[in-house]
């Protein structure tokens, strides 16, 4: 019998009950150690009779033999440093995303990880969902010589508890919890080569530290490319991308985020407007990507991609953040 890969989580919300423990629960591969939470009081609901351990402190953590993986699901100003520290106690990473808010500390955490020999991850979920598999065929599968448009949106409604959103120390805003999605999305469909700002522009409302929506225009004109991005985090909610050319289109609804149990559906156009909608099924992005993951122990390709999917990521939002 294989030895279990044993992994803790840093940080508890209701994002991690709700997604990351019924995929780690669900995966025969894992065996959840433990939680590291601030407060104690934040964990109440975890059964006490369980083999959870509860950490207040990282080193306790970090220093457990029983802990290969850390998933790190904190505020977003946090995550350089608690990869750093992970990191230098020899643990590898799954981060939520962005890894982090910064392209220098980006870089300096895979070239520490590659010095050990660790993987990191970074958890865009959607990116393993047949969904992204069907848009990013399509997109493959358009001439080289024809022309494409892509309208990208997401955007969620003001949250009650907004939490770290709200802070500029805490990278909150609407470009880095949301915006970065796109931006990842971007680059996996469309590479990140030759590819130009034409345009982009941050919105804050009156006195906030932080943005709450932007606008991004990126063109290629080699390849007759262009993409128009939207975002926000105080809006109705969208999340979709509708790829448009002159050999057909495709749309795709809740792209990046799903619900649990979410019947995922894809429409394709042909150059009439015939439209075909096809069911995709009910597959847990979360589970995917957390199998992913595991593969990249083993895989040093697979890895590799990662790490380049991550860095040019990181440039393209560093790069658009700069544009003049």
């Known amino acids: 019998m294989n030895k279990l890969i044993g992994v803790a989580i840093w940080g508890y919300s209701s994002h991690v009950k709700r997604r990351y423990l019924p995929a780690i629960k669900k995966n ?64 590898h990473v799954l981060c939520e995303k962005p890894l982090t808010c910064n392209l220098e500390d980006t870089k300096k955490i895979l070239e520490m990880a590659n010095n050990n020999a660790l993987i990191v991850g970074e958890g865009f979920m959607y990116l393993y969902h047949p969904m992204f598999n069907a848009v990013r065929k399509f997109v493959n599968s358009v001439s080289a010589k024809s022309s494409m448009s892509c309208n990208i949106k997401f955007g969620i409604p003001k949250l009650e508890q907004p939490g770290f959103r709200n802070y500029q120390d805490l990278c909150g805003g609407a ?40 606008i991004a225009i990126l063109s290629n004109e080699s390849k007759n490319l262009r993409i128009y991005a939207e975002w926000s985090i105080n809006s109705s909610y969208r999340n979709e991308i509708d790829i448009w050319t002159d050999q057909g289109s495709i749309f795709a609804d809740r792209f990046f985020s799903k619900p649990e149990n979410y019947d995922a559906e894809i429409s394709y156009c042909d150059i009439f407007g015939s439209k ?43 790069d658009v953040l700069n544009v003049k």
């Open 28 to 91: 025969k591969r894992l065996n959840l150690v433990g939680i590291l939470s601030r407060k104690r009081s934040n964990v109440s609901d975890i059964d006490i009779s369980s083999k959870i351990t509860i950490w207040e402190d990282s080193k306790q953590m970090l220093d457990s033999p029983l802990v290969d993986i850390v998933i790190i699901a904190t505020p977003i100003g946090l995550h350089a440093s608690q990869c750093i520290e992970t990191i230098k106690a020899g643990k």
């Open 175 to 214: 470009f880095w919890d949301v915006g970065s999605y796109i931006f990842s999305a971007i680059i996996e469909l469309f590479g990140l080569l030759n590819l130009k700002i034409d345009s982009f522009s941050l919105i804050k409302e009156p006195k906030a530290e932080v943005d709450n929506a932007g």
């Open 276 to 318: 075909r909608t096809f069911i995709l099924g009910k597959d847990e992005q979360f589970s995917l990507m957390l199998d992913n993951f595991l593969t990249m122990l083993t895989d040093d390709e697979k890895s590799l991609n990662e790490q380049r999917r991550i860095i040019q990521t990181a440039q393209l939002m560093n």
